[in-house]
């Protein structure tokens, strides 16, 4: 008799708790990220010089045909934006395809591609900036040039899943990162031959 009774009581138990109110689903929630204050600092090498952030490090790519290669690495939150720095020797068209077939590498997953471009006449600086947008690999890809000499293409990257919703505070502040950069690159012989500025 006991039996029958506990059984009983605990679908009446099961009943009572399960006439409650129906659950609400709750979106995704990601960690709040707390960015640096922004601040810039001058950045020379032999190829060009540019202002970058306080908070990245310009870290070189230490081999003698690779010396103006630089990371350009944000610690704190695993981005690294890799530049690669090129000497144009008549071979402008294919540094430029190159570069564009390297953003179309990123279309599959890209939900949209925005380009901004880049013209500086007094600086010899010219130039695309692509914001890649979607859960890709690389969310912003630029190429700068003074379509004669100088030839240097950026990637940034980071060293987790790509999640464009969780990583999009960093994303965007990188990109402003990116835009003053090429806004304030000069070409290393234009420095030379003007003095600093």
Same mark, same amino acid.
């Given at each position: 008799?006991?039996?029958?009774?506990?059984?009983?009581?605990?679908?009446?138990?099961?009943?009572?708790?399960?006439?409650?109110?129906?659950?609400?689903?709750?979106?995704?929630?990601?960690?709040?990220?707390?960015?640096? /204050?922004?601040? *810039?600092?001058?950045? !020379?090498?032999?190829?060009? %010089?540019?202002?970058?952030? &306080?908070?990245?490090?310009?870290? #070189?790519?230490?081999?003698?045909?690779?010396?103006?290669?630089?990371?350009?690495?944000?610690?704190?939150?695993?981005?690294?934006?890799?530049?690669?720095?090129?000497?144009?020797?008549?071979?402008?068209?294919?540094?430029?395809?190159?570069?564009?077939?390297?953003?179309?590498?990123?279309?599959?997953?890209?939900?949209?591609?925005?380009? /901004?471009?880049? *013209?500086?006449?007094? !600086?010899?600086?010219?130039? %695309?900036?692509?914001?890649? &947008?979607?859960?890709?690999?690389? #969310?912003?890809?630029?190429?700068?040039?003074?379509?004669?000499?100088?030839?240097?293409?950026?990637?940034?990257?980071?060293?987790?899943?790509?999640?464009?919703?969780?990583?999009?505070?960093?994303?965007?502040?990188?990109?402003?990162?990116?835009?003053?950069?090429?806004?304030?690159?000069?070409?290393?012989?234009?420095?030379?031959?003007?003095?600093?500025?």
């Amino acid at each position: 008799m006991g039996r029958p009774r506990a059984i009983c009581g605990l679908a009446l138990a099961g009943l009572v708790v399960a006439c409650g109110n129906d659950p609400v689903p709750r979106p995704r929630g990601y960690f709040r990220i707390d960015l640096p /204050e922004q601040g *810039s600092t001058r950045f !020379a090498s032999d190829c060009f %010089t540019a202002e970058v952030p &306080e908070a990245a490090r310009m870290v #070189p790519q230490h081999a003698d045909e690779r010396r103006c290669w630089f990371n350009l690495t944000y610690p704190g939150y695993k981005a690294t934006v890799h530049l690669t720095y090129r000497s144009v020797q008549g071979d402008l068209a294919r540094l430029l395809e190159d570069a564009h077939d390297l953003k179309s590498k990123h279309e599959a997953k890209a939900y949209r591609i925005g380009t /901004e471009r880049v *013209s500086r006449d007094s !600086a010899r600086v010219f130039g %695309t900036l692509f914001d890649v &947008e979607g859960d890709v690999a690389s #969310p912003m890809v630029f190429y700068l040039t003074d379509s004669t000499t100088n030839f240097l293409y950026g990637a940034l990257y980071f060293r987790a899943r790509p999640n464009a919703d969780s990583l999009a505070p960093i994303t965007a502040r990188i990109r402003d990162d990116i835009r003053h950069f090429a806004a304030t690159l000069r070409w290393a012989e234009a420095v030379r031959s003007d003095g600093p500025h």
